[in-house]
């Protein structure tokens, strides 16, 4: 024998469909599908292209990394499949976001200390 299932609250059609126009309607406000009506869905590095179910694995990308910069034009996005976009953020000082590289400068100032200060001594002790 089946269980019955338990009645939920009950909810009109009217205020379902009207829930449903209203999350379709936040939806289109967010940079990614606004992304979406911009640009070709094809994307920016591979040119690999998207449509229907495969459309999820199309990202938008800030240019400058910064997102809370969205302007309405799009200047500042791309479109990125899943895999560009784990290698645009990768290595970002390969790619140049970054001024400077943190451990470009001097080696025994840069951690404040010597890695190796010391081993020497430490070897010769152990090999006598």
Same mark, same amino acid.
């Given at each position: 024998?089946?269980?019955?299932?338990?009645?939920?609250?009950?909810?009109?059609?009217?205020?379902?469909?009207?829930?449903?126009?209203?999350?379709?309607?936040?939806?289109?406000?967010?940079?990614?599908?606004?992304?979406?009506?911009?640009?070709?869905?094809?994307?920016?590095?591979?040119?690999?292209?998207?449509? +229907?179910? =495969?459309?999820?694995? *199309?990202?938008?990308?800030?240019? $400058?990394?910064? /997102?809370?910069?969205?302007? #309405?034009? +799009?200047? =500042?996005?791309?479109? *990125?499949?899943?895999?560009?976009? $784990?290698?645009? /953020?990768?290595?970002?000082? #390969?790619? +140049?976001?970054?001024?400077?590289?943190?451990?470009?400068?001097?080696?025994?100032?840069?951690?404040?200390?010597?890695?190796?200060? +010391?081993?020497?001594?430490?070897?010769?002790?152990?090999?006598?």
């Amino acid at each position: 024998m089946r269980a019955r299932r338990k009645k939920g609250p009950t909810q009109s059609r009217e205020e379902f469909l009207a829930q449903i126009r209203q999350t379709q309607a936040q939806r289109a406000t967010t940079y990614r599908e606004q992304a979406l009506k911009l640009f070709p869905h094809v994307c920016g590095r591979c040119g690999r292209e998207f449509s +229907g179910a =495969n459309l999820r694995e *199309l990202t938008v990308h800030h240019k $400058d990394h910064n /997102h809370h910069n969205n302007p #309405a034009d +799009g200047s =500042n996005w791309e479109l *990125l499949c899943l895999y560009c976009h $784990d290698a645009e /953020h990768d290595d970002p000082y #390969a790619r +140049g976001h970054y001024n400077k590289d943190p451990l470009a400068r001097d080696p025994e100032t840069a951690l404040g200390f010597e890695a190796f200060e +010391g081993l020497k001594d430490l070897l010769k002790e152990g090999g006598d």
